[in-house]
Structure formats: structure tokens, C-alpha cells
């Protein structure tokens, strides 16, 4: 049997009780050091400053009463049946695995965020030319991406178009609602409304 696959003997002693007791401890700390959230929470600046065990002490850091009693209702009301049905060892494996790889994953989406900020603010600084040249290109992308989706399925060609059509009168008529959220909502009411109007046959599928 491959070592990577074999699995631990199942053993169960509370391991839900013990994330909690540990996330409680460390809630109780930052309300009294408050300050010490800079080297336990996530954060670019803090992983250049070779604060390399954040992403594992991040997931046990909370904003607040209400982030922490919510977070420990979900531990207390998943966390026991993921535990009794895969035991107590895998459950710590799983628990602290996703919350480290969803730390590393909130680390690159930050980068990715301070980039576009960074990128948007040297647009101010460029030449028109060159910012209209850069447009063009962006436009060019999203065309190379949707035409050829749109020519051999007609649902991407109608959530297309009507995401168009809802921004000509988000831009037009309803100019009260900002830039972003008017692309929320024609992503969202195009992409619902082509779901319903073309469902997916799970049983062809299969």
C-alpha cells in the first residue's frame, strides 16, 4: 500500500474540544496583548518579515466576540461528526491543512489585490497613449476569451449579451449605482438568469 494513502488508526479523544480550548486561549491573549495580532494574523508585511509561522497561527486569531462565538458554533456543529467519522487524527490533519493553505492562498490573493491597486494608481502617472493602448489589449483578451465559448455554446453567448445590455443601463440610467457594483449585479442576474433559461442535464452529463 502507497504510504502516502495509508491512513491513521482510528482513534478518537476530542480533538473538536482541544481546537476550541486553543482558540480560546488565544482570543483571551490578544484581548489582553492586542498588539500582538501584528505577528500572529496573516499578513504580507508580516511574511517579509520572516514571520513564517503565520500561516499557521492566523487561522486561531479573531477580529471580535462575534467572529470568535460564530467560528466556534461551526467548529462545535461540524467539527465533532468530521471527527467521529474519520477520526480524531485526520480531523487535525484536514483542520490544520486547509486552514494553512487557505492562509498561503489569502497571502497571494493580497499580493494580487496591492498589484491591481498599484497598477490602477500608475495609470494616473502614464500617458494617455500608453493607458489607451493598455485598454485596447485588456478588451482584446476578454474578446479572445468569450468568442470562442459564445460561437459553440449559446448559453455563454446570452449570459454575454445580457451582462452588455444591463451595463449600457447601469451606465445610462441607473448612474446612482457605483462602477463595481453594477458589475456585481449583471455577473450575477446574467449568469442566474442563463442557468435557468439553459439548465444543466446532470444526466447527460453522466
Known amino acids: 500500500m502507497n504510504v502516502l494513502r495509508k491512513p491513521f488508526k482510528y482513534t478518537y479523544f476530542n480533538a473538536t474540544l482541544i481546537l476550541f480550548a486553543i482558540n480560546a486561549v488565544f482570543f483571551m491573549a490578544l484581548r489582553i496583548f492586542p498588539h500582538s495580532v501584528l505577528y500572529l494574523s496573516m499578513s504580507v508585511m508580516g511574511m517579509k518579515m520572516h514571520f513564517y509561522w503565520q500561516p499557521l497561527t492566523y487561522m486561531f486569531v479573531h477580529s471580535g466576540w462575534s467572529h470568535f462565538i460564530f467560528n466556534m458554533l461551526a467548529l462545535f456543529c461540524f467539527g465533532h461528526e468530521v ?28 499580493g494580487w489585490t496591492s498589484g491591481t491597486a498599484i497598477g490602477a494608481s500608475a495609470g494616473e502617472f502614464l500617458p494617455p497613449s500608453v493607458t489607451n493602448a493598455m485598454g485596447i489589449v485588456l478588451y482584446g483578451m476578454f474578446l479572445a476569451i468569450i468568442v470562442p465559448s459564445a460561437r459553440k455554446q449559446k448559453s455563454v453567448l446570452f449570459t454575454v449579451l445580457v451582462s452588455a445590455g444591463l451595463s449600457i443601463i447601469f451606465k445610462y440610467i441607473f448612474t446612482s449605482v457605483s462602477a463595481g457594483f453594477s458589475v456585481i449585479i449583471c455577473a450575477l442576474f446574467s449568469s442566474a438568469l442563463s442557468a435557468f433559461i439553459f439548465p444543466v442535464d446532470e444526466e447527460g452529463n453522466k
Open 83 to 110: 471527527e467521529r467519522a474519520i477520526g480524531s487524527k485526520e480531523f487535525l490533519l484536514f483542520y490544520l491543512f486547509c486552514g494553512i493553505l487557505d492562509g498561503l492562498i489569502l497571502i497571494s490573493f493580497l
